[in-house]
């Protein structure tokens, strides 16, 4: 299958990457038409606590897998990259999820469709990343 490396973006002000203590904001997007692998790659900056925020408004189901990657060039299958949790979307619908306690210094969030979209209008599916310092 295909696979399609996205951008990734700050969402909001840009900071230092040495101000750890700074929250990460980044987003995302891609045109929901097809079944390739759209793979997003950011890195951590330090922070243990990452929340994933996905709104799917197309017709079909969004399967997601997010992994923790020791090279920020590593992709799915190579040694360093594990998989650390996964699940789907259901169609015009919004999913969020946190992790807490992952401290890979890069992740890889995997989208894909199990079948193309048929939306008369091709949608756009939207990611937006969340990284923070610990918690108390």
Known sequence: MPTTVESVLVL??????????????LTGSFLGDDTNNHDFKFSSRGKPVLGVELDNPCNDVLSW???????ATGTVGD?????IGSDTVDAADKASEAFLGYVFPFFLLRLVFASAPTDVVKL??????????GVS
């Open 65 to 71: 897998s997010l992994y923790g990657m020791h090279s």
């Open 79 to 83: 040694a360093g990259t594990f998989l």
């Open 12 to 25: 909001g002000v840009s900071v230092s990457y040495r101000q750890a203590v700074m929250p990460s904001h």
């Open 124 to 133: 756009t599916v939207n990611v937006f990343l969340n990284l923070m310092g």
